[in-house]
C-alpha cells in the first residue's frame, strides 16, 4: 500500500516523456518556475558579492568598472526576479549559500594579480552559468513573465561575459609578457 502510494504521488510531480528516442524527466510549470526564481536569485546574489569583492580589492580599473556595471545590473535582475517571485507566491530561500560562500571565501583570500585572475574566471563562471540556466528555462517553460525577464536581461548577461573575456585575455597576455 505504501509503494502504490509513493509512486502515484511521484508521478503526479514528474512525467517521463520521449524526446529523439530518450526518456527525458519533465517538471511540472509551477517547478520550473520555482527552480528558475530560486537558481537565478542565488547565482544573482553570488555574482553581487564577488563584483563588491573585486571594487574593493582589485588593482585594475577594468575589472573595477565592468564589476560595477555587473554588481547594478544584478541588483536589477535580483529585484525583478524577487518582485515576480512574490506575486506568483514563490518563496526564494538561501538553500545552496554554502557553495557561493565558499567561491567568495577563496577569492577573498587571493593577493594582487592573483585575485584579478581567480576574479575574472570566478566571475566568467558565474555569468556563464547564469546564461545556460536562462536559455534552458526559456526552452522548457511558456510562462511570460519569466521569459519577459529573460528576454530582458540574457542579452546585459551576454555583454558582461564578452567584456570579462576580454579582460581576461588582456590579463592573461600582460603575464605572458612578464615572463
Do not use: W
Not at 85 to 96: C, G
Not at 131 to 138: G, P
Request: hydrophobic residues 35%.
Amino acid at each position: 500500500m505504501i509503494v502504490t502510494v509513493t509512486i502515484s504521488s511521484c508521478n503526479e510531480n514528474e512525467n517521463l516523456k520521449k524526446v529523439d528516442n530518450k526518456y527525458v524527466l519533465t517538471k511540472n510549470p509551477e517547478e520550473i518556475e520555482t527552480y528558475f526564481f530560486t537558481e537565478t536569485a542565488g547565482i544573482t546574489k553570488s555574482i553581487i558579492s564577488k563584483t563588491k569583492l573585486a571594487q574593493d580589492k582589485s588593482l585594475n580599473n577594468a575589472i573595477k568598472s565592468v564589476s560595477i556595471k555587473i554588481e547594478n545590473s544584478q541588483n536589477l535582475l535580483l529585484q525583478d526576479i524577487s518582485k515576480t517571485a512574490v506575486e506568483k507566491l514563490i518563496i526564494i530561500n538561501e538553500i545552496n549559500t554554502r557553495v557561493a560562500n565558499k567561491d567568495l571565501y577563496q577569492l577573498t583570500a587571493k593577493k594582487e594579480m592573483d585575485f584579478d585572475y581567480a576574479y575574472i574566471n570566478s566571475i566568467i563562471k558565474s555569468l556563464s552559468g547564469m546564461i545556460k540556466l536562462f536559455e534552458s528555462i526559456a526552452r522548457e517553460t511558456s510562462d511570460v513573465a519569466v521569459l519577459k525577464l529573460i528576454t530582458h536581461y540574457l542579452p546585459k548577461q551576454y555583454e558582461f561575459l564578452r567584456e570579462t573575456e576580454k579582460i581576461k585575455k588582456e590579463i592573461n597576455s600582460k603575464s605572458n609578457h612578464n615572463y
